[in-house]
């Protein structure tokens, strides 16, 4: 598939799919509310099993599988990830709060389901008394002493509830740096480069994406933990697998993709300090000696495709990704007509963020929101105006990290976008002060959720410069991987 162009066929088999798993959704919901007032021979439950058994009919006749899942407070079906508007977002809240509570993380409808099973699934979801700690057992129990054969559940991983994720997650981005460094440390050496341990590190990071995207893209908040070319690259890595993603490429792509970013800025090896951190402006000669960058990390790269683990699109990035749309930049000399799709992704993430990290010589940072208002603004000479779109689209109006202002008076940090284009004004928010700015940390809201009007009862006034504040957006992340 070319993430570039416009499939028509495939857009229709996606809407068609988000179609089904919202219907489902709805299904669910009005199945074991049905439950919970009407005995299981009632015709109008039986009616609401009928209903829900033919979405999973349909979505196994048209897609080859029925299968709901939750991951992070996020349901997929088929692994489509499903969005909420106004009018359902009581359905997908109940759904995802009563599958955490029984610990269940998926419904898996085999074919061959029948009505009875449907019945009794729903039965058994609407339960209301539940013993602590013991539901999903109380609930696989039941369906098996019921001989519910084709409707299986998945049991919630215990590290969703406990932030055992966050943490791991957390972990793989310090031992990114931490291999990035002895990478960069065992160059020019007789030591072979582990390039093996550096494809199983993209794994790791492209399966934490998978499984909690806004919390592995709120870590790229770290800045300066160690010399700034190590967590760089690192965080130009999560997002550019990130926006690979996005893109459609495939999990050896976005490997490939991860490494590739991961090395982007090898030739900086060569590159003198003094060069690197003159907090005032770069003369000519010293220009020309940064722009030689790309090319010495080319043929460093080079070297490393010998051992046989290394992409070779990583040596197309690492010489591209200064070149613009519009073919200008560095190196001078760049002849293509066009450069690699790798590198027209890691170039507007290294831009992001390059950009909005504190340097000797800048003044201040952009904040995130500054950041793709300037980018969008060069979209086409800088940057490839499809990918520049679809990037924007992931970091949202309020990118993972912003520090924003409610109207209630109250300050937060943006730790999750909403996947609905309806809702972009209304991520998630963790509140870091109360009306009257005292600092604490406070719970996190979903500012998408309506109240008993339908109306939205805080919403964003502005985004806030953390520096002005004293505050470290980081420091927030860190504490809910501890």
């Keep these: 598939m070319n993430p570039i162009n416009d499939d028509g066929g495939l857009q229709e ?13 709805v299904r669910l919901n009005s199945g074991m509310k049905s439950a919970r007032i009407y005995e299981p021979n009632n015709a109008l439950f039986r009616r609401q099993a009928g209903l829900l058994l033919k979405i999973v009919q349909t979505s196994q006749a048209e897609f080859g599988k029925a299968h709901l899942t939750l991951r992070a407070s996020t349901l997929f079906y088929n692994n489509l990830r499903l969005k909420y508007g106004i009018s359902n977002y009581r359905f997908f809240k109940f759904l995802v709060q009563e599958l955490k509570e029984i610990g269940t993380s998926g419904i898996i409808f085999e074919p061959e389901t029948s009505e009875e099973e449907i019945q009794q699934l729903l039965v058994v979801l609407a339960k209301s008394e539940r013993k602590p700690g013991a539901a999903f057992e109380e609930l696989a129990d039941y369906l098996k002493r019921r001989a519910v054969e084709h409707i299986r559940l998945e049991q919630i991983d215990p590290c969703e509830l406990t932030g055992e994720k966050e943490r791991r997650a957390a972990k793989v981005y310090f031992l990114g740096i931490t291999h990035l460094e002895e990478t960069f440390r065992h160059e020019g050496s007789k030591e072979k480069i582990k390039l093996s341990t550096t494809r199983r590190l993209i794994q790791s990071v492209f399966n934490h994406l998978v499984d909690n995207e806004s919390f592995v ?16 690259s690192l965080n130009v890595c999560i997002l550019a697998v990130a926006l690979g993603r996005r893109l459609g490429l495939d999990r050896n792509e976005l490997v490939d993709l991860g490494i590739s970013a991961f090395f982007h800025d090898f030739g900086k090896l060569d590159t003198p300090k003094e060069i690197l951190e003159k ?7 010293e220009r020309q000696i940064i722009e030689k960058h790309p090319h010495q990390g080319a ?11 290394l992409p070779l699109r990583a040596i197309h990035v690492a010489l591209e990704h200064h070149v613009k749309e519009d073919l200008g930049g560095y190196p001078r000399y760049f002849r293509k007509t066009s450069s690699n799709l790798f590198s027209k992704i890691v170039k507007i993430v290294d831009f992001f963020d ?3 990290t504190k340097r000797v010589y800048r003044a201040k940072p952009f904040t995130r929101e500054e950041a793709l208002r300037l980018m969008l603004e060069q979209s086409g000479r800088e940057f490839h105006p499809v990918l520049l779109s679809e990037f924007i689209k992931m970091m949202g109006v309020y990118p993972v990290g912003s520090l924003v202002l409610l109207n209630s008076g109250e300050i937060g940090i943006v730790v999750e976008n909403n996947p609905d284009l309806s809702f972009l004004l209304q991520p998630k928010v963790m509140l870091i002060t109360d009306s009257q700015r005292n600092k604490k940390i406070g719970e996190t809201i979903d500012l998408s959720e309506p109240d008993k009007e339908g109306k939205f009862s805080r919403s964003i006034v502005k985004t806030l410069n953390p520096e002005q504040y004293g505050i470290r957006v980081e420091d927030y992340f860190l504490v809910r991987a501890q």
Aim: charged share 30%; glycine share 4%.
């Design 13 to 25: 088999k996606t809407k068609r799919l988000h179609e089904l798993g919202v219907e489902l959704v």
């Design 217 to 232: 893209q709120g870590l790229t908040n770290i800045k300066n933990f160690h010399e700034y070319t190590l967590n760089h």
């Design 279 to 285: 907090p005032a402006r770069l003369d000519e000669e």
């Design 299 to 309: 043929m460093k790269l080079v070297e490393f495709h010998r051992f046989k683990n």
């Design 354 to 356: 390059a950009v909005t």
